[in-house]
């Protein structure tokens, strides 16, 4: 068995000067080539979560691998897409600058960007729908726009394991549908991806697995097994419904 592409032992989180650790203890393996939601009521711990794996944070564990080595080690592998709300859009850059961005590891940081990596660039935009607003700056387009010139940084860094942040919060219809057909083909592609989703209505419809938190792991695997009343009750602390699809 090759070794999983997310490996986290007992993972803690505590923010300085907080009463409660934002995360306890949290064992977790990610199943290759599945498509994963990260669920959980606001303040569960979901976007912290992301930060810890990917060292963002300061946190304890036992052990945070991504195939079978520290993550640390293997940037080059990972992707991590952040909660909208924590990126500066002010930022004056524009969608293609973005979008090149994700190009980086492979150019090299200190290398001039080329004309080819340019028109890569542009391809990823034109994946996402956003080829006609490569010049425009991040801060004149609307959120969905937004996120798809993350989503395109993100394809351009071709990882094997995607982490992503509320990928779909507050997005429009057209931005849903480019995401979640995008999501499904880097699945067929055999890609790992970990998305924190607030929509527990959509789970079942577009996940895989779940895993569920509030500060402490609740339950993790298939949606179906994960999204029990019971389990819901306990994370969100009052009975909730989830479609399973
Ligand atoms: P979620 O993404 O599930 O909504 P977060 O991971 O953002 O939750 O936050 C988990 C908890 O940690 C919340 O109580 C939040 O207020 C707290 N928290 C998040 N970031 C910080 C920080 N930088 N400093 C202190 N507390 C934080
Ligand atoms: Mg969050």
Redesign the pocket.
Known sequence: MPPPPLDVKNLS?H????DEP??SAIDYRAEAGKLTAII??????????L?AVMGL?PSTSEKIEAFGKPVATQKDKIAYMP?RSSVDWDFPVSALDVATMGLYGKIGLLRPVRKKHKDEARGYLDQVGMADYADRQIGQLSGGQQQRVFLARTLAQNPSLYFM??PLAGVDIATEKIIISILEQLKKDGKTILV?HHDLQSVGSFFDNALL?N?VKISEGPVKKVLTPSNLSIAYKSPVIANVG
């Open positions: 989180v923010y300085h000067l907080q934002a995360l959980g009521p606001n303040g569960a711990g979901k976007s912290t979560f930060k944070i909660q942040d509320e924190v938190l500060k």
